[in-house]
């Protein structure tokens, strides 16, 4: 075991106590020392005034953040013009660069960052926790949120779901394609006339036929559509009437005959993330497709759809808190240099309050994530400890699970939209050009109060938690 | 007959952990350094150090003999983090020879003397064929650590190398050096030291699996007495100021004039 220094005066270079740091992962929040009093760089390409003081993470966490950050820094960067260009290119819609950096993040390991380690089908899988996942979206977001959504939508989305639920023979198929960049995955749940009420509305149906079942109905707004190879995919049963609804999650390669996908969509932000609409045509699929065990999971979409929903907007939180770091670091370094009557206009009495109320809601956007994500962490490690999973009977749901993950998203979005706002205000006319990334900013993070859940639903769904509390 | 195979290669990476090349350093208000306070990282030349070490690890032919990369930095506690990037990158072992963390950072001729303590201890299990370093570190600009290595050991020295070429059969290596008229070629013998020029190759980035399986691989500690070797400074550092600031320049109106101010400023025909 490695001996960890720590540094515990918050001031200069003094001497320090040496701490024994448990390998394992533990609840226990640390100071990490800043290591300057202000900006911090990643790469050198990135300069961020992103305060890790505040955070909380154990250093084996603060040292997986900097990695991930360096190759956002390194890797993406350079690449944020061509994916939001690609995007935009309603011609050809190759997305090549997306593409590219897609497997460039396989090779990194960012692709399976929560499957685990002993998962016998694939060596990429990093075991690690939600936190870890929730650190690489963020840092993807602060290059490119675009790209940020699409690696969540696969990562999480598609593969978390695929790693949890899939059975021997279809995880031993998908995940090492998954996580070594050779296949792009997809999760499909809303439909034209099924968003909020996913479950009441949907329309897309499985009708169980003799040696599987047959698709028919239409996704819409799903991301990676245009690209991916593989779709998780909920779909309606075909019940007796006055039985009970139940629904089935099915994996659907992109080659099922009956199967296509419509153009991509012409989006007002995260242009750069190929969207578009999933079309069934008497898809036939076989018994095998059913994610998970058949004879257990049938009929059992709405547990596995509605158990990742939490994990979902816990992970792609990350998206909103990256996008606001972003904005921050913009504004604060364009006003510090823009003049005007003399001095930097950040020193204007107005300027100072923006920039104030702009760095509170980063930092404690980000605090509450990460505390949600901590609680998510140690609820499924005390789980693992005792060898319950969330297939097996004595598997307790921890009771504000659901409704953290969803305050965390809420919150996180609300900022985020507000922070970016702001950055474009702080820029001036410059905000209302696309030469600076303010417009961009709010555009991207203005999705998540869409994507993933409404703001309405999340507000609804909290409400409705603590009503349950009362029942 | 086929000539035996070369036995096992050790490669020894010097890495320096130095301010980061992205940062605005600042003056420190004594003027006798720069405010540390600031990211620190591996010296970038030390970077594609390391990375050599790896190519050439992944050059070798198949069957060869496995090569053996040990990373090695002096340096107060928190230098451990550079090892951990180089071992994540792809060397195999590493060794920190500690340093207190008030320590003044060590001068070219200590560290040089310090490798080649290592090296003399090592010789007990194996012999080190080859070091690289970065041709010099980021934070002093000596540049020197490299050829003192070389004087003290007597081993042949390829300076500023922009190529490497093993010939293992033949036990040396060609290497192309970037000097101030164009390129030159050298062919140094086993064992030899490489500096490594900016051009080189280009570093990967150390992905996660690997950062992961690095916290695996063993670290070696030391002491400067372990080695029997002192740091003590042999340079004091008087003053440390900025650049003066970049005053306006003049136009001239012609030829004859600008012959004029530069003959007043001191210039004089050579």
Same mark, same amino acid.
């Given at each position: 075991m490695l001996r960890t220094f720590i540094r515990i005066s918050p001031s200069s270079l003094r001497l320090t106590r040496p701490i024994r740091r448990c390998a394992q992962r533990s609840y226990a929040?640390?100071?990490?020392?800043?290591?300057?009093?202000?900006?911090?760089?990643?790469?050198g390409q990135i300069k961020t005034y992103y305060n890790s003081t505040l955070t909380g993470l154990s250093p084996a966490e603060n040292e997986f953040r900097e990695a991930v950050w360096e190759f956002s820094a390194r890797v993406v960067q350079p690449k944020v013009a061509a994916i939001e260009r690609e995007g935009g290119d309603t011609e050809t819609h190759e997305y090549k660069t997306l593409v590219e950096v897609h497997k460039e993040m396989a090779e990194m390991g960012l692709h399976g960052v929560t499957v685990p380690t002993e998962d016998l089908t694939s060596s990429l899988g990093l075991g690690l926790s939600y936190t870890h996942h929730l650190l690489a979206m963020e840092a993807i977001s602060y290059s490119s949120a675009s790209l940020a959504l699409s690696y969540g939508a696969h990562s999480n989305l598609c593969v978390n779901q695929l790693s949890r639920w899939g059975s021997d023979e279809q995880r031993a198929q998908w995940i090492p394609g998954l996580l070594d960049g050779t296949y792009i995955g997809a999760l499909a749940m809303s439909e034209t006339g099924a968003g909020s009420d996913v479950l009441g509305s949907m329309r897309t149906v499985a009708k169980k036929v003799d040696d599987g079942y047959v698709l028919n109905g239409n996704k819409f707004w799903i991301t990676n559509g245009p690209k991916a190879d593989v779709f998780i995919v909920y779909a309606r049963d075909v019940v007796e009437p006055g039985a009970k609804q139940t629904f089935t999650t099915f994996l659907?390669?992109? /080659?099922?005959?009956?199967?296509?996908?419509?153009?991509? +969509?012409?989006?007002?932000?995260?242009? *750069?993330? &190929? /969207?578009?609409?999933?079309?069934?045509?008497?898809?036939? +699929?076989?018994?095998?497709?059913?994610? *998970?065990? &058949?004879?257990s999971l049938q009929g059992k979409g709405a547990k596995v759809l509605m158990s990742g929903l939490d994990l979902e907007r816990l992970?792609?939180?990350?998206?909103?808190?990256?996008?606001?770091?972003?904005?921050?670091?913009?504004?604060?370094e364009y006003v510090h240099q823009r003049e005007q009557f003399g001095v930097p206009v950040a020193t204007i009495g107005s300027m100072q309050a923006k920039l104030a109320d702009m760095y509170t809601k980063v930092n404690t956007a980000r605090t509450f994530v990460y505390a949600v994500a901590r609680a998510v962490d140690g609820h499924n490690a005390e789980a693992q400890i005792q060898g319950l999973g969330p297939k097996d009977k004595g598997y307790t749901y921890p009771p504000f699970q659901r409704r953290d993950c969803a305050a965390a998203i809420m919150y996180a979005t609300d900022k985020a939209i507000e922070v970016a706002m702001e950055c474009m205000q702080c820029l001036g006319g410059n905000g209302y050009i696309n030469d600076y990334p303010a417009a961009r900013y709010l555009a991207d993070a203005r999705l998540y109060a869409v994507g993933a859940g409404t703001q309405e639903v999340r507000r609804w769904l909290i409400g409705r938690e603590v009503n349950s509390d009362f029942e | 007959m086929r000539p035996s195979p070369a036995r096992w290669l050790n490669i020894l990476v010097p890495v320096k952990r130095a301010v980061d090349y992205a940062v605005k350093i600042r003056v420190n208000p004594q003027q006798t350094g720069v405010d540390m306070n600031v990211k620190h990282s591996m010296n970038p030349f030390d970077e594609i150090a390391i990375e050599e070490a790896v190519r050439i690890r992944e050059r070798l032919p198949k069957g060869s003999e496995p090569l053996t990369i040990t990373a090695l930095t002096i340096g107060p506690p928190k230098s451990v983090e550079t090892l951990r990037t180089a071992l994540a990158m792809g060397a195999d072992n590493a060794i920190h020879v500690e340093i207190p963390e008030s320590a003044p950072a060590p001068e070219p001729l200590g560290v040089a003397k310090a490798i080649r303590a290592i090296i003399d201890k090592q010789k007990e299990k194996e012999n080190v064929d080859m070091v690289i370093l970065g041709k010099?570190?980021?934070?002093?600009?000596?540049?020197?650590?490299?050829?003192?290595?070389?004087?003290?050991?007597?081993?042949?020295q390829a300076t500023y190398a922009s190529k490497v070429e093993l010939d293992l059969e033949q036990r040396n290596a060609v290497v192309t050096r970037e000097i101030d008229g164009g390129l030159e070629q050298v062919r140094v013998r086993f064992p030899m030291i490489v500096t490594t020029d900016l051009r080189l190759n280009e570093p990967r980035y150390a992905s996660l699996p690997n950062i992961m399986k690095a916290k695996k691989k063993p670290v070696t500690k030391l002491t400067?007495?372990?080695?029997?070797?002192?740091?003590?400074?042999?340079?004091?550092?008087?003053k440390v100021t900025e650049p003066p600031k970049r005053v306006g320049g003049a136009k001239v109106d012609s030829v004859d004039e600008l012959v004029e101010k530069l003959k007043a400023a001191g210039f004089t025909a050579v």
């Amino acid at each position: 075991m490695l001996r960890t220094f720590i540094r515990i005066s918050p001031s200069s270079l003094r001497l320090t106590r040496p701490i024994r740091r448990c390998a394992q992962r533990s609840y226990a929040t640390s100071y990490i020392s800043p290591s300057s009093r202000y900006e911090t760089y990643h790469g050198g390409q990135i300069k961020t005034y992103y305060n890790s003081t505040l955070t909380g993470l154990s250093p084996a966490e603060n040292e997986f953040r900097e990695a991930v950050w360096e190759f956002s820094a390194r890797v993406v960067q350079p690449k944020v013009a061509a994916i939001e260009r690609e995007g935009g290119d309603t011609e050809t819609h190759e997305y090549k660069t997306l593409v590219e950096v897609h497997k460039e993040m396989a090779e990194m390991g960012l692709h399976g960052v929560t499957v685990p380690t002993e998962d016998l089908t694939s060596s990429l899988g990093l075991g690690l926790s939600y936190t870890h996942h929730l650190l690489a979206m963020e840092a993807i977001s602060y290059s490119s949120a675009s790209l940020a959504l699409s690696y969540g939508a696969h990562s999480n989305l598609c593969v978390n779901q695929l790693s949890r639920w899939g059975s021997d023979e279809q995880r031993a198929q998908w995940i090492p394609g998954l996580l070594d960049g050779t296949y792009i995955g997809a999760l499909a749940m809303s439909e034209t006339g099924a968003g909020s009420d996913v479950l009441g509305s949907m329309r897309t149906v499985a009708k169980k036929v003799d040696d599987g079942y047959v698709l028919n109905g239409n996704k819409f707004w799903i991301t990676n559509g245009p690209k991916a190879d593989v779709f998780i995919v909920y779909a309606r049963d075909v019940v007796e009437p006055g039985a009970k609804q139940t629904f089935t999650t099915f994996l659907v390669p992109r /080659t099922t005959p009956g199967f296509s996908t419509g153009k991509p +969509l012409d989006k007002f932000g995260m242009r *750069g993330s &190929p /969207t578009c609409e999933l079309i069934f045509e008497d898809v036939f +699929l076989p018994s095998t497709a059913v994610l *998970g065990d &058949p004879a257990s999971l049938q009929g059992k979409g709405a547990k596995v759809l509605m158990s990742g929903l939490d994990l979902e907007r816990l992970v792609l939180s990350g998206g909103p808190l990256g996008i606001m770091q972003a904005a921050y670091d913009t504004a604060v370094e364009y006003v510090h240099q823009r003049e005007q009557f003399g001095v930097p206009v950040a020193t204007i009495g107005s300027m100072q309050a923006k920039l104030a109320d702009m760095y509170t809601k980063v930092n404690t956007a980000r605090t509450f994530v990460y505390a949600v994500a901590r609680a998510v962490d140690g609820h499924n490690a005390e789980a693992q400890i005792q060898g319950l999973g969330p297939k097996d009977k004595g598997y307790t749901y921890p009771p504000f699970q659901r409704r953290d993950c969803a305050a965390a998203i809420m919150y996180a979005t609300d900022k985020a939209i507000e922070v970016a706002m702001e950055c474009m205000q702080c820029l001036g006319g410059n905000g209302y050009i696309n030469d600076y990334p303010a417009a961009r900013y709010l555009a991207d993070a203005r999705l998540y109060a869409v994507g993933a859940g409404t703001q309405e639903v999340r507000r609804w769904l909290i409400g409705r938690e603590v009503n349950s509390d009362f029942e | 007959m086929r000539p035996s195979p070369a036995r096992w290669l050790n490669i020894l990476v010097p890495v320096k952990r130095a301010v980061d090349y992205a940062v605005k350093i600042r003056v420190n208000p004594q003027q006798t350094g720069v405010d540390m306070n600031v990211k620190h990282s591996m010296n970038p030349f030390d970077e594609i150090a390391i990375e050599e070490a790896v190519r050439i690890r992944e050059r070798l032919p198949k069957g060869s003999e496995p090569l053996t990369i040990t990373a090695l930095t002096i340096g107060p506690p928190k230098s451990v983090e550079t090892l951990r990037t180089a071992l994540a990158m792809g060397a195999d072992n590493a060794i920190h020879v500690e340093i207190p963390e008030s320590a003044p950072a060590p001068e070219p001729l200590g560290v040089a003397k310090a490798i080649r303590a290592i090296i003399d201890k090592q010789k007990e299990k194996e012999n080190v064929d080859m070091v690289i370093l970065g041709k010099q570190a980021i934070d002093d600009d000596l540049g020197q650590t490299g050829q003192m290595l070389a004087g003290l050991l007597g081993w042949g020295q390829a300076t500023y190398a922009s190529k490497v070429e093993l010939d293992l059969e033949q036990r040396n290596a060609v290497v192309t050096r970037e000097i101030d008229g164009g390129l030159e070629q050298v062919r140094v013998r086993f064992p030899m030291i490489v500096t490594t020029d900016l051009r080189l190759n280009e570093p990967r980035y150390a992905s996660l699996p690997n950062i992961m399986k690095a916290k695996k691989k063993p670290v070696t500690k030391l002491t400067p007495a372990d080695l029997g070797v002192s740091f003590e400074p042999q340079m004091e550092v008087l003053k440390v100021t900025e650049p003066p600031k970049r005053v306006g320049g003049a136009k001239v109106d012609s030829v004859d004039e600008l012959v004029e101010k530069l003959k007043a400023a001191g210039f004089t025909a050579v």
